[in-house]
């Protein structure tokens, strides 16, 4: 046990120089994915170990050992990153796993605006979040493709009208779920199949939940920035103004989604809803007591002092 615990220490050790050298610089290049590689390497070699070292101590048989929780999990992490050591990933759009070379790494809050503008959107953070895991998803490379086209978005796996119980229970899942969703329908490839090898169409996927292989999700906020993102891309490409489905959650500011709509002209200020939700907004005091308590609803009155602010400055100046 004594020998195990040293392999660990040293484990441990290279595991932290290796991921200091797999932090990404610009973009995820093919050093990036070779440094990561080690890091997986790594990884399960000190799995192998804790697996070793959990059956050492337990104090029954080893069909027993196999039998316990603990086991269970470290065999289910075992399979997931040995799957990865051996170049594959899984991409939980298509819930399956690819070779790493059809595999991307798609940010949700675009890299190349920096770390300065995602915290003046969205707050600093500690440590910052722009190459985080948090602001991406690995997915196969022809669905990253049109990742940032206004086709596609990925959303909370709710209802397209949920009732706000529905929206409260979400909000309370971790992890929580999504799906894919398909947002414009007069798209000439939705009928047309993904890839050669892959009978499956572009409207297969519509409404397909995501299938992540552990608890880690993106960030809910950075989900729906590329969400928003996207639906303003369309009504600028389409001239489409209605209103896709949101979530009350408001992951953005209202004045930054202002200055998305700005770009596209007063007339699709209508996209500004999304805000709120389309649900309307919450009338009953106990809905938005719930709603406060989560940092997701603001009244009102806020946003119009807000604006009566504005209307003063304006007539200051």
């Known amino acids: 046990?004594?020998?195990?615990?040293?392999?660990?220490?040293?484990?441990?050790?290279?595991?932290?120089?290796?991921?200091?050298?797999?932090?990404?610089?610009?973009s995820f290049n093919a050093e990036y994915w070779t440094?990561?590689?080690?890091?997986e390497e790594i990884l399960l070699e000190r799995t192998k170990l804790d697996r070793d070292f959990s059956q050492g101590s337990f104090p029954g048989t080893k069909a027993e050992w196999e039998q316990t929780e603990e086991a269970k999990r470290l065999f289910e992490s075992l399979r997931a990153q040995e799957r990865t050591a051996h170049q594959t990933l899984w991409c939980p759009i298509f819930g399956?796993?690819?070779?790493?070379?059809?595999?991307?790494?798609?940010?949700?809050?675009?890299y190349m605006h920096g770390q300065e503008t995602m915290d003046a959107i969205f707050g600093k953070t500690d440590p910052p979040e722009l190459f985080s895991p948090k602001n991406g998803i690995l997915i196969?490379?022809?669905?990253?493709?049109?990742?940032?086209?206004?086709?596609l978005v990925i959303v909370p796996d709710i209802p397209e009208r949920p009732k706000m119980e529905e929206l409260?229970?979400?909000?309370?899942?971790?992890?929580?779920?999504?799906?894919?969703?398909?947002i414009d329908p007069t798209w000439d490839q939705t009928d047309r199949p993904i890839f050669s090898v892959i009978d499956s169409t572009w409207r297969d996927?519509?409404?397909?939940?995501?299938?992540?292989?552990?608890?880690?999700?993106?960030?809910a906020r950075y989900l729906y920035y590329h969400y928003c993102l996207q639906i303003l891309r369309r009504a600028w490409q389409k001239g489409d103004k209605s209103v896709a489905r949101s979530t009350p959650g408001r992951y953005l500011p209202k004045n930054m989604?202002?200055?998305?709509?700005?770009?596209?002209?007063?007339e699709y200020r209508g996209l500004l809803d999304g805000a709120r939700g389309s649900t309307g907004e919450p009338g009953g005091l106990l809905e938005?007591?719930?709603?406060?308590?989560?940092?997701?609803?603001?009244?009102?009155?806020?946003?119009d002092d807000d604006d009566d602010d504005d209307d003063d400055e304006e007539e200051e100046d």
């Open 1 to 26: 046990m004594e020998e195990l615990q040293k392999k660990r220490r040293k484990l441990n050790d290279d595991l932290q120089v290796a991921k200091k050298r797999a932090l990404p610089h610009g």
């Open 35 to 39: 440094r990561t590689a080690e890091v």
């Open 96 to 110: 399956m796993y690819f070779e790493k070379e059809l595999m991307r790494a798609s940010h949700l809050f675009a």
């Open 140 to 151: 196969f490379y022809e669905i990253e493709e049109f990742f940032d086209r206004g086709k």
């Open 168 to 182: 409260f229970s979400w909000m309370q899942k971790k992890p929580r779920e999504y799906r894919l969703k398909l």
């Open 205 to 219: 996927l519509d409404g397909k939940r995501l299938q992540f292989r552990t608890p880690f999700r993106p960030s």
């Open 257 to 266: 989604l202002l200055a998305f709509v700005e770009e596209l002209g007063h």
């Open 288 to 303: 938005r007591k719930r709603l406060r308590d989560y940092g997701l609803w603001e009244d009102p009155q806020d946003d």
